[in-house]
């Protein structure tokens, strides 16, 4: 049983900021240093406030400055006065029959524009949570078979506003350490809630590359919120001018939206192929930085009943990828309402994991998470309100229909 909260209306001194105020949140350590000086902090001091900022930003996951107990209560009050690092609004909170949890959030107005909605997405696994965020409000690339994709692209997304997605989620698991102890200790890596972050929301990442990127870099700070690289993946359907320069800069690991192995069927499914049509894409992945048996690429296979699922695609799948160090997720269709696609059956997609597994590439079967609210791979959509009943019911029986059981 799922079940939804509706959060919109907080309450209390971490309210949404008002939107003139620049945010601290997401800026490099040069870039808060300077923000610093802005405001007639003395260069001497600079290093030191920036540190400062840093521990109770990132480790401690303060959102209201005077919280901050070691800064005096005039610097405080002059960082109120010209900063924000308040919390976007949460509109709704959905929580799955599985576990997994949804977050609709609000962000501020930016310029003239207006206040914008994106989804999150928390999936908790033994031994591992994984955070999935998304980097722009809608898409562009109109994957035929992603709910998202039927979202046009109202804007990138901010580093501020990409980190802030894994900072409310760890507010919420209760990943920081308790404000109340005096002296927080540190949350260990293995204790974590949210041990694994992955660029695999709304948006395609390496169009806001310069956004994603400043966003993980301050995510792998080992000073501050301290995740792994090999605990980052950034997912891409294939902007191949930016592959190399993600493993150049970011250094995370990759992962690529593959979904079909012939020109003419990825032209359909994801249409930037007919931009950076395969061959390319395959060179740009043999070419990753850092590329080797222990930091495989992950190609993720949406299985599409009668459409990329039969053997022959499993055997070209194979012939595609050869010399690449890989592994492939095979990910069962999600359904999401207006779809055209149908959904999987276990025999088929166990005959396809088979073949290519026999070949030497990991191929595990993701089991769908959060299907019950629409928190699915390919399922987000930040327009998307609560479903009626009848709505809810359709999609029950499209589960039920492609798979035997919701």
């Not at 005096?72 to 109120?80: H, N, P, V």
């Not at 029959?97 to 524009?113: I, Q």
């Not at 079967?365 to 928190?375: H, K, N, Q, V």
Request: charged share 25%.
């Amino acid at each position: 049983m799922s079940f939804s909260i509706d959060l919109a209306r907080p309450t209390g001194p971490r309210q949404a900021a008002a939107p003139e105020k620049g945010s601290l949140v997401g800026l490099s350590r040069e870039s808060l240093g300077e923000a610093l000086r802005g405001i007639g902090v003395p260069d001497r001091q600079v290093r030191m406030r920036v540190q400062q900022l840093w521990h109770w930003l990132y480790v401690r996951g303060v959102s209201d400055f005077s919280d901050m107990a070691n800064v005096s209560k005039d610097m405080r009050a002059e960082l109120a006065r010209h900063f924000t690092i308040a919390r976007p609004e949460i509109v709704e909170e959905q929580i799955s029959a599985d576990g997994t949890r949804k977050w609709l959030f609000r962000f501020p107005p930016r310029g003239a524009g207006r206040p914008v909605e994106i989804e999150t997405v928390y999936i908790p696994e033994e031994g591992r949570g994984t955070l999935c965020i998304s980097s722009q409000v809608g898409c562009t690339l109109t994957c035929s078979f992603c709910h998202t994709g039927t979202q046009k692209l109202v804007r990138n997304l901010t580093s501020e506003e990409i980190l802030s997605q894994l900072l409310v989620a760890r507010d919420r698991l209760g990943d920081f350490p308790d404000r109340d102890t005096p002296d927080g200790a540190i949350v260990p890596a293995e204790g974590r809630k949210v041990s694994n972050i992955v660029m695999m929301g709304m948006g395609e990442p390496l169009y806001n590359f310069d956004n994603v990127k400043q966003a993980l870099l301050v995510a792998a700070d080992g000073d501050g919120l301290s995740l792994s690289k090999r605990r980052i993946t950034l997912s891409t359907s294939g902007v191949v001018p930016e592959i190399t320069r993600t493993g150049e800069e970011i250094g995370v690991m990759l992962a690529i939206s593959l979904h079909a192995v012939r020109d003419d069927l990825r032209d359909m499914l994801v249409p930037i192929n007919k931009k950076y049509p395969l061959k390319e894409l395959m060179e740009a992945c043999r070419r990753y930085p850092g590329l080797s048996n222990a930091r495989r690429i992950t190609f993720e296979y949406v299985m599409l009943k009668d459409v990329n699922d039969s053997l022959a695609d499993a055997k070209e799948l194979v012939r595609l990828l050869r010399g690449i160090p890989a592994k492939i997720n095979l990910i069962p269709f999600n359904p999401w309402p207006g779809t055209n696609y149908q959904c999987w059956d276990w025999e088929t997609i166990e005959t396809f994991a088979d073949y290519v597994n026999s070949a030497g590439y990991a191929s595990p079967i993701r089991t769908p998470r959060g299907r019950d609210i629409l928190a699915a791979c390919g399922q987000l959509k930040s327009e998307s309100e609560r479903m009626r009943k009848s709505e809810r019911l359709a999609l029950e029986a499209m589960m039920i229909a492609g798979h035997g059981e919701a």
